[in-house]
């Protein structure tokens, strides 16, 4: 029988890399939600933002500010990494998505894999392929939950993934930028006659996503410690099959679909050998395709023109 601290250790395991997953979701779901078009490339954009914050860590860390400063560089950290994907996303939105807009499906689907393998041969110019290390700047402070044990690491990723999700919720829902996005969502033609600048609110879909695809970057990085020019495909995989899972095009679905898989590899892993919760993940997938290809949270919509 499994020990239930085990399986308690288990679920904050999944609740924080489903955090993760979840943010990085949100890009996919946001994206296919105005365009109907999948941002294969949104992982090297977590990978860019990965590596900005390593690059702002490792500065400070050398510099010896980080060890009087640590919080402040942490915070330096994201807000480098935001910067760099939110014009990454920016551009790719302008020169890889644009121009085909109006082109088959087929179209931007090659161009946004094109752009995929363009940026992982950029990064491994840049780093080599060599593994990178992230500087260690929090101590390894743990606090017990009942029989639970969750490091303060783990409660600030799974805390700042929470703040992150619920501004976009409501970013979204109650603000004049977010009606837009939801007004060119529902009939770009529409959102245009009324005045809405398409092209803008298209552009800043790809910028937020971007900027919470760098967030969960860093949050890789500190956690596990070392990244690589190929890091963003395996996460970016994942978070596309969370979207799917929760109902691609639904945000509430994202983050759900996010967390569920995160639980579903982490408690996995207590009854098959962890090098197989690669297949839960891709296995859920398949399953949901099948059985419920509109996800939990979505619904089944007509063609549009």
Same mark, same amino acid.
């Given at each position: 029988?499994?020990?239930?601290?085990?399986?308690?250790?288990? *679920?904050?395991?999944?609740?924080?890399i489903g955090s993760i997953y979840a943010?990085?979701?949100?890009?996919?779901?946001? *994206?296919?939600?105005?365009?109907?078009?999948?941002?294969?490339?949104?992982?090297?954009?977590?990978?860019? =933002?990965?590596?900005?914050?390593?690059?702002?860590?490792?500065?400070?860390?050398?510099?010896?500010?980080?060890?009087?400063?640590?919080?402040? +560089?942490?915070?330096?950290?994201?807000?480098?990494?935001?910067?760099l994907s939110a014009l990454l996303g920016?551009?790719?939105?302008?020169?890889?998505?644009?121009?085909?807009?109006?082109?088959?499906?087929?179209?931007?689907?090659?161009?946004?894999?094109?752009?995929?393998?363009?940026? $992982?041969?950029?990064?491994?110019?840049?780093?080599?392929?060599?593994? $990178?290390?992230?500087?260690?700047?929090?101590?390894?402070?743990?606090?017990?939950?009942?029989?639970?044990?969750?490091?303060?690491? $783990?409660?600030?990723?799974?805390?700042?993934?929470?703040?992150?999700?619920?501004?976009?919720?409501?970013?979204?829902?109650?603000?004049?930028?977010?009606?837009?996005?939801?007004?060119?969502?529902?009939?770009?033609?529409?959102?245009?006659?009324?005045?809405?600048?398409?092209?803008?609110?298209?552009?800043?879909?790809?910028?937020?996503?971007?900027?919470?695809?760098?967030?969960?970057?860093?949050?890789?990085?500190?956690?596990?410690? $070392?990244?690589?020019?190929?890091?963003?495909?395996?996460?970016?995989?994942?978070?596309?099959?969370?979207?799917?899972? =929760?109902?691609?095009?639904?945000?509430?679905?994202?983050?759900?679909?996010?967390?569920?898989?995160?639980?579903?590899?982490?408690?996995?892993?207590? *009854?098959?050998?962890?090098?197989?919760?690669?297949?839960?993940?891709?296995?859920?997938?398949?399953?949901?395709?099948?059985?419920?290809?509109?996800?939990?949270?979505?619904?089944?919509? +007509?063609?549009?023109?």
């Amino acid at each position: 029988m499994i020990n239930p601290e085990i399986i308690l250790d288990q *679920v904050v395991n999944g609740l924080t890399i489903g955090s993760i997953y979840a943010l990085i979701a949100l890009g996919y779901t946001l *994206v296919y939600g105005i365009l109907f078009m999948i941002n294969f490339a949104h992982g090297e954009i977590f990978m860019f =933002g990965s590596f900005a914050g390593f690059a702002a860590l490792s500065h400070f860390s050398d510099s010896g500010f980080a060890a009087v400063h640590p919080l402040i +560089s942490i915070l330096a950290a994201f807000a480098a990494a935001m910067s760099l994907s939110a014009l990454l996303g920016g551009l790719l939105e302008r020169v890889a998505y644009r121009p085909l807009r109006k082109a088959p499906r087929l179209s931007p689907l090659i161009s946004a894999i094109g752009a995929s393998i363009f940026l $992982q041969n950029v990064m491994m110019l840049i780093v080599e392929a060599r593994m $990178q290390v992230y500087p260690d700047l929090l101590p390894e402070k743990f606090i017990e939950i009942g029989p639970a044990t969750i490091s303060y690491f $783990q409660l600030f990723i799974i805390g700042s993934s929470v703040f992150l999700m619920a501004f976009l919720y409501l970013f979204i829902r109650k603000t004049k930028t977010g009606k837009a996005m939801r007004a060119v969502a529902e009939d770009k033609d529409a959102a245009s006659l009324m005045g809405i600048d398409v092209n803008r609110v298209i552009l800043l879909t790809f910028v937020i996503g971007s900027i919470l695809a760098a967030a969960a970057g860093v949050m890789v990085g500190m956690y596990y410690t $070392q990244i690589n020019h190929m890091m963003g495909f395996i996460p970016g995989i994942k978070a596309f099959t969370a979207a799917v899972l =929760g109902g691609i095009g639904n945000i509430a679905g994202a983050m759900l679909g996010g967390l569920f898989l995160g639980m579903a590899e982490a408690l996995g892993v207590l *009854v098959m050998p962890s090098e197989y919760k690669d297949v839960i993940a891709f296995g859920l997938l398949v399953l949901v395709l099948i059985f419920r290809p509109t996800g939990i949270l979505g619904e089944v919509v +007509s063609e549009r023109a």
